[in-house]
T-cell receptor, first 108, second 114 residues
Framework: GQQVMQIPQYQHVQEGEDFTTYCNSS?????IQWYKQRPGGHPVFLIQ?????EVKKQKRLTFQFGEAKKNSSLHITATQTTDVGTYFC????????FGQGTTLQVKP | EAQVTQNPRYLITVTGKKLTVTCSQN?????MSWYRQDPGLGLRQIYY???????DKGDVPEGYKVSRKEKRNFPLILESPSPNQTSLYFC?????????????FGSGTRLTVV
């Protein structure tokens, strides 16, 4: 069946270091979405990418959608302790399929 | 404030005792869905609803029931809970199935079945 794979599962960084999580789909996606779940919280919608090769930025976060619309990445520049949480990608192929998430821990 | 409201936040129950987790949204969304979240497995869809009286199975529907009698409400029913249904449950809603403009999630229900 349709799958969305996300790596790495965990990432532990020193505050100020960069962080990237990658998302790969077995099928072409109509759009990809990214969510953040703080510890003890619920997933919160961050952004949606629709076009091939699209790049969007939100302050220190950069989101990319691959040319083939099968992969995506989220890059955080100079992490802060407030970035801690689990980041999920979700690919849309008629329905939304979530990746397993990447849990980011930031050491002050 | 636009939101999805789930109740209860925490629930401990015994095997076999029927329970209902309520979910309500105030955004007039057509699409609603239930997920369970388990460590290492991410968010797995249990059931979803495209509109009133229209529901369908997700990836892990066994042991669960849902209903959609009103557009705003989408309760999750466990007729005979078992310990393997111990999990964190989220209700979500959106304008459409493909999640256009994003899903709005409830705060979650942590269920423990003993």
């Amino acid at each position: 069946g349709q799958q969305v794979m996300q790596i790495p599962q965990y990432q532990h960084v020193q505050e100020g270091e960069d962080f990237t999580t990658y998302c790969n789909s077995s099928t072409t996606l109509s759009n990809i979405q990214w969510y953040k779940q703080r510890p003890g919280g619920h997933p919160v919608f961050l952004i949606q990418l629709v076009k091939s090769g699209e790049v969007k930025k939100q302050k220190r976060l950069t989101f990319q959608f691959g040319e083939a619309k099968k992969n995506s990445s989220l890059h955080i520049t100079a992490t802060q302790t407030t970035d801690v949480g689990t980041y999920f990608c979700a690919g849309a192929t008629g329905k939304l399929i979530f990746g397993q998430g990447t849990t980011l821990q930031v050491k002050p | 404030e636009a939101q999805v409201t789930q109740n209860p936040r925490y629930l401990i129950t015994v095997t076999g005792k029927k329970l209902t987790v309520t979910c309500s949204q105030n955004m007039n969304h057509e699409y609603m869905s239930w997920y369970r979240q388990d460590p290492g497995l991410g968010l797995r869809q249990i059931y979803y609803s495209m509109n009133v009286e229209v529901t369908d199975k997700g990836d892990v529907p066994e042991g669960y029931k849902v209903s959609r009698k009103e557009k705003r409400n989408f309760p999750l029913i466990l007729e005979s809970p078992s310990p393997n249904q111990t999990s964190l449950y989220f209700c979500a809603s959106s304008l459409e199935k493909g999640g256009g403009y994003g899903y709005t999630f409830g705060s979650g229900t942590r269920l423990t079945v003993v």
